[in-house]
């Protein structure tokens, strides 16, 4: 039964950087994507990359001069930096396994594991 | 980026009933749609990928299909433990994309 642990900083002023990690216990970590979704307050979810355990990446255009995703394969870890955050910041992020799965010729993804949530609040 | 629009965003229905949202791609995504559950406070849950196949686990009583830019999630028989919010995903192309979600309230 795989597991996701996650833990980072909840409480940031406007323009620091947010850091979160994501530990997975008890699957393999290699031929997955390792992916990062938030939730604002009261709203709807928003992905906002992924990263695989040779550290190929993917991410949200609407983040990505902002986002770093890394992964540490010795730890079975990976993180999620979000640099100069504002209040719009401000959502509950989570960790999710991204699984692939073939049929035929065609390739078809879903998320079917994902960590509890990390509560981020941006403010001064 | 591939929207998603969901309707209707909140519904109010009775235990017993049969339940239908729909999902509606900005441009075609084949099968490329994931159906998730939200409760309060807690994360996501997947119920059908592949528009249209069943998690494991997950109850017979969801069920989805369509494909190409229109999708619906089912509930045959709504129960208590239902009442949740409804996203669904597209994962035919980056970035990924969610709805924006249709609640499912006790009448």
């Known amino acids: 039964q795989v597991q996701l642990q996650q833990w980072g900083a909840g409480l940031l002023k406007p323009s620091e950087t947010l850091s979160l990690t994501c530990a997975v216990y008890?699957?393999?970590?290699?031929?997955?994507?390792w992916s990062w979704i938030r939730q604002p307050p009261g709203k709807g979810l928003e992905w906002i990359g992924e990263?695989?355990?040779?550290?190929?990446?993917n991410y949200n255009p609407s983040l990505k001069s902002r986002v770093t995703i890394s992964v540490d394969t010795s730890k079975n870890q990976f993180s999620l930096k979000l640099s100069s955050v504002t209040a719009a910041d401000t959502a509950v992020y989570y960790c999710?396994?991204?699984?692939?799965?073939?049929?035929?010729?065609?390739?078809?993804?879903?998320?079917?594991?994902w960590g509890k949530g990390t509560t981020v609040t941006v403010s001064s | 980026d591939i929207q998603l629009t969901q309707s209707p965003s909140f519904l109010s229905a009775s235990v017993g009933d049969r339940v239908t949202i729909t999902c509606r791609a900005s441009q075609g995504i084949s099968s490329y749609l994931a159906w998730y559950q939200q409760k309060p406070g807690k994360a996501p849950k997947l119920l059908i990928y592949?528009?249209?196949t069943l998690q494991s686990g997950v109850p017979s009583r969801f069920s989805g299909s369509g494909s190409g830019t229109e999708f619906t999630l089912t509930i045959s028989s709504l129960q208590p433990e239902d009442f949740a919010t409804y996203y669904c995903q597209q994962l035919n192309s980056y970035p990924f994309t969610f709805g924006p979600g249709t609640k499912v309230d006790i009448k």
């Open positions: 008890g699957g393999s970590f290699s031929g997955y994507y």
């Open positions: 592949a528009a249209s």
């Open positions: 999710a396994r991204r699984t692939t799965v073939t049929r035929e010729v065609y390739y078809y993804y879903y998320m079917d594991v």
């Open positions: 990263i695989n355990h040779s550290g190929s990446t």
